[in-house]
């Protein structure tokens, strides 16, 4: 176990150099500098271009702005904002938590739609239920994001009045953040109705966001079910006269669980990339948001940090899947 | 996927009916503003977009002089009044007496607004060995742009009411600087308590004002909450909470006002505005903005050192067709360099009329013949300029009727600037949104020959310099406008510009909303707005 676990850990070593150069070179190729993007329309003197530039710690050869950038990473230091001046890590851990409800709302709302739609259509497999409901996963597979969320905005929220437009909260509440999981921070405060409140907010951004995770999971699962429905041992239980819930729920759904499982974990960095487009629809305030707004305001400094950090984030979520593999089948904990 | 439409319908409709018995009606008036973007901080001379004056500069502070709301009048604010030497080098303020300072957490004002509060909101950005200079990164963009630096000479205090500030040379614009967002006073003795505390930096992150509404609380890319000030000078807002909720989508914005979560909403999508015409429940406001966008001629450069070549390309451009495709019918003509909105606005100017046949026929005067030449369009949309790419396509179609081929140029935005202020280009697309509401901060910004040198005409007219010059040194309105008036005339003659359009701006607002203004400027103003 800790042979594997030394393994994967040292292949992350080059990877995270890999990120931390990548998303230090990607910034600097790009033409134009900070300085010339926040000066708008106006002419700054050389002069003037000069001290910012030097202020911003710009004007010192690459390898050594890398050096320092490396140094500071590893310190826990990952640089900051210049739109707020304050640290790039204390703006990521304050967004990040909005990111990871939504994004854990979504998967459960994957998950509960689309393992039965899966099991059910590998049961009815060939007729039109199966037809029906793989026909919708491809265009759910295949929906716009941003589309889909305006569409169902103005269907549930402007037509109807159902939900709420967008945001995270009604701007009536105001919950002290505890875990930054406005859930659980709303249950710990006295205000009455905030969790109300944010339970409705997060309706329609879980459901765009859980779309392409919930179209691929029906997938994944009735594959995984048609498989293993052609055992012997699923033959076995039929002829054991069982009733047929106990030989799908109990016989096929448990053999068939790995590869869901597998499939669910791979859905992280999906979920991930949806939020960038997801928190920008529905104004939650959340690290995708925060990332888009930065690479429009042109600060530099977050959107390096900001990179690093997601990639550090989607590394542990890798690392944690490939434990769980070798927990499930231990037979991969062997493999080199 | 069946299953997905009907959970889709069903957890809609729990959620939905969980969360309107949980919601409570607010019984506080409450304003609501769906405002584009977080800000940067609450210290507006240090962060300078719009976005950030929106959430600091205009709810929370004041400033020495004020802009006329819905205009760009100057009018007294913490100053009273003020007076300008005969030589223009010096200005005297009275400032206003009783004026509060709000309060938080980790201050309680012990004494009114006075002059250590105006001296510290200066020397902080001006002056290098200010103890808070390099406080919050110390970036005072602003302050830099107006050139402020080179133009103070001293800032004295002559009593707690009284200040004089004092210049290198006449500059008569410098009052309208004082208005700007920039310039907001904040509270010396705030300041000094922090340094006491350690804890510098408070004082940008927890401001304190003496402005119409106190900041409460801010959640990055959620809301900024404001109480109004019951002491604020100008008598208490009429809301009691003002909330920005910041939502990034204009046409979500959209949806929100028409669902009644928020009153006003800056930015529409220019694909809305029919829609938001029609409802019922919003009142589409509109005003042209205090800006121009334009096509700059590079009079360095050979045949365009050549007025004739310049009028003549000018007469080429059919400029309703750019209005009518590129702005929509949300621009007017531009004839002057100026916005009509701005005083000294000089409408006796006549404009070049479209008019191939007699472009042709000038650029044959001028012995050009076969010019091949370029347009240098700009990577981004800017509010004077949707979209500057279709705008070149037209232009170049335009010019190839009267024998000139151009080719679109374009690069990314910051690249683009320093091209351009490397005078690479032969014409290109640019703008302008004004700062302070001064015709001084167009005309001589952009086109006098201190900025001949980098800007986009890089054109230097001694005559049309003199006058702006004379303008700078004199405090005397009437006779400004003369001035600024005739310099419009120079520069119609000598066309350093094709001048283009001034965007209109549009702000949807709820019917429910009186008394808000579109400002010139851009900024979003709320001490006056009520609800019915």
Redesign the interface.
């Known amino acids: 176990m800790f042979s594997f676990l030394f393994n994967r850990l040292a292949i992350l070593v080059p990877v995270f150099f890999g990120v931390t150069l990548m998303a230090f070179g990607f910034i600097r190729i ?4 900070p300085v ?4 708008g ?4 003197s050389p002069e ?1 271009h000069a001290a ?1 530039l030097a ?1 911003l710690g710009m004007d010192r050869p690459l390898w050594e702005q890398y050096f320092e950038y490396i140094t500071n990473i590893l310190q826990g230091d990952f640089g ?1 904002s210049l ?3 304050r640290p790039i890590l204390d ?1 990521f851990m ?2 990040f938590p909005a990111t990871v409800e939504l994004g854990i709302c979504a998967m459960i ?1 994957a998950v ?2 689309g393992l ?2 899966g099991i ?1 259509a590998a049961v009815k497999r060939r007729t039109f ?1 199966d037809q ?6 491809l ?2 597979y295949s929906m716009p994001i941003f589309w889909w969320g ?1 569409l ?3 269907l ?3 037509i109807l ?12 509440f ?1 919950v002290e ?1 505890v875990t930054g999981f406005l859930l659980i921070d709303s249950l710990l405060g006295d205000e ?2 905030a ?3 944010a ?6 951004p879980s ?1 765009v966001l859980g ?1 392409i995770p ?2 691929i999971i ?1 997938r994944q699962t009735r594959s995984a079910m048609l498989e293993v429905l052609s055992e012997d041992y699923v033959r076995t239980a039929r002829a054991k006269g069982l009733a047929p819930i106990r030989v799908y729920g109990l016989h096929a759904l448990r053999n068939a669980m790995i590869t869901v499982i597998t499939v669910i974990g791979l859905q992280v960095g999906v979920l991930l990339a949806g939020a960038i487009l997801t928190e ?7 690290i995708g ?2 990332i ?2 930065s690479v429009f ?2 600060d530099y400094f977050a959107v390096q940090g900001g990179l690093v950090l997601i990639a550090m984030c989607i590394m542990t979520v890798n690392l944690i899947v490939d434990m769980m593999y070798g927990l499930i089948n231990p037979r991969i904990l062997h493999t080199r | ?5 009907m ?2 319908v069903a ?3 729990v ?2 009916v ?2 309107v ?4 009606p ?1 019984a506080a008036k ?1 304003l ?1 503003f769906c405002s584009e ?2 800000p ?2 609450f210290n507006p001379s ?4 719009g976005t950030d004056f929106d959430a600091s500069a205009q709810p929370i502070y004041n400033r020495l002089a004020e802009f006329e709301p819905g205009t760009t009048k100057v009018v007294p604010g913490l100053a009273e009044s003020w007076t300008a030497s005969s030589d223009g080098l010096s200005y005297t303020f009275k400032l206003r007496k009783g004026v509060k300072w709000h309060s938080n957490k980790h201050f309680t004002p012990t004494r009114d607004f006075n002059a250590d509060d105006i001296l510290y909101s200066f020397n902080r950005q001006w002056k290098e060995d200010h103890p808070y200079h390099g406080v ?4 005072y ?1 602003y302050f ?2 107006m050139d402020m630096g080179p133009a103070l000479n001293a800032i004295e205090k002559i009593d707690d009411y009284t200040v004089k500030i004092t210049l290198n040379a006449p500059d008569a614009p410098f009052v309208s600087n004082l208005a700007m967002d920039f310039a907001s006073i904040l509270s010396a003795e705030y300041a000094d308590k922090m340094v006491a505390a350690g804890t510098m930096e408070t004082v940008d992150t927890d401001p304190i004002g003496t402005g119409p509404f106190e900041f409460v ?1 801010y ?5 900024i ?1 404001f109480k109004a000030f019951d002491a604020y000078w100008e008598g208490r807002p009429k809301v009691d909470k003002l ?1 920005y ?5 204009p ?2 914005r959209y ?2 006002l ?2 009644g ?1 928020c009153h006003i909403m800056p930015y529409p999508n220019p694909a809305d505005l029919d829609a938001m015409k029609k409802d019922s429940n919003i009142n589409l406001l509109s005003q042209e903005g205090l800006n121009v966008g334009y096509l700059g001629f590079n009079a360095e450069k050979k045949p365009f050192d050549d007025v004739r070549v310049r009028q003549a390309l000018s007469m080429a451009i059919n400029k309703q067709a750019i209005l009518d495709v590129v702005f929509k019918g949300a621009g007017s003509a531009a004839k002057n360099p100026i916005p009509p909105t701005m005083w000294s606005y000089n409408d006796a100017v006549k404009d070049y009329p479209y008019d191939p046949a007699a472009a042709k026929k000038l650029l044959g005067d001028a012995g050009v013949k076969g010019l091949k030449t370029n347009i240098w369009a700009m990577p981004v949309q ?1 509010p004077y300029n949707p979209n500057a790419r279709r705008m070149a396509e037209l232009i170049q179609a335009d010019w190839a009727k009267v024998g000139v081929e151009a080719e679109i140029v374009t ?5 683009y ?2 091209r351009i ?1 490397a005078g690479e280009h032969d014409t290109a697309l ?4 004004g700062d302070n509401g001064d015709p001084d901060n167009f005309m001589f910004v952009l086109l006098g020959c201190e ?1 001949a040198k ?2 986009v005409a890089r054109w230097c007219n001694k005559e049309f310099d003199g006058l702006l010059r004379a303008a700078k040194k004199t405090s005397d309105q009437a006779e400004r406008t003369k001035l600024y008036e005739k310099a419009q005339l120079v520069f119609k003659a000598d066309a350093p510009w094709f001048t283009i359009a001034h965007s209109v701006q549009f702000r949807p607002v709820r019917k429910e909303v009186m008394g808000f203004k579109i400002h010139p400027l851009g900024s979003h103003i709320f001490k006056y707005v009520d609800l019915k």
Not at chain 2, 430 to 433: H, Y
């Open positions: 790009l033409p134009g500098d010339v993007a926040l000066s329309e106006r002419s700054i003037q910012l202020k900051t739109l707020t001046n703006e304050e967004l709302f509960v739609l039965p739609a059910f239920f029906g409901i793989m026909g919708l996963s265009v759910g305006l169902l905005i103005i549930f929220s402007s009045g159902l939900t709420p437009v967008s945001g995270r909260l009604s701007f009536m105001e953040p009455e109705g969790f109300g409140s339970l409705h907010h997060l309706v329609l459901i779309t919930l179209a029906a920008t629809i529905f104004s939650w305030p959340g948001k925060w888009i707004f305001s042109r | 996927m069946k299953f997905r439409i959970g889709t957890v809609a409709a959620a939905a969980v969360g018995t949980l919601s409570q607010a409450t609501v973007g977080s940067g901080g240090l962060h300078s977009a919050s990164g110390g970036k963009l830099g742009w609380s959640k990055k890319d959620a809301f909450r909330v909720a910041i939502t990034v989508d046409s979500v949806q929100k028409k669902a979560e800017r690069y990314e935005w910051g690249e600037r320093k202020r640019l703008g302008w949104t900025a980098s800007n």
